[in-house]
């Protein structure tokens, strides 16, 4: 039951985000200009308590361009896990970074050294996060994949309805 209230949360804040990109991207339409719905990529981490550890959800929202349709899509990269209180950890959650958005710092500059890698998502509740996003948020039917460092993403079309 309350993963079902974890997932409302979630897609409360997601659903926010996405009208506010879909209309920057028509009013970019209407004046002639074409810009990204989303420029570079937005990424933000949700925790959610509970009462017997926490919960943690990260979300990054980056354009992905569709050809087959022709079309440009707002992508959603969902990590989630949970770790409980007394357990190893104690409470902390860790989760990726999804880096595959395709963006990346411009510039000369020394690279960073690599931060350690964070464990995998927890597969089960992230795909769930990612199915109860994708129909709360009117993603689009099909485009739900797994991503290679675990998360699962998925497609919401920016077209003006």
Known sequence: ????????????YLESVLAACREVYRRELRAGTHWDPVPGALEWTL?????????????????????????????????????AFMGPGTGDVALPRYTDWGGGIRGVREPAAPPDPAPRPDARLTRGMAEALLEGVGGVPGSLREEPSGEYSFGVSMKPE
Request: without cysteine.
């Open 1 to 12: 039951m309350a993963v079902e209230v974890w997932y409302a949360y979630v897609n409360r």
């Open 47 to 83: 925790p959610f308590g509970m009462d017997d550890g926490n919960g943690l959800v990260r979300l990054t929202v980056f354009s992905e361009y569709v050809p087959e349709r022709s079309e440009t899509w707002a992508r959603v990269a969902v990590a989630a896990g949970t770790a």
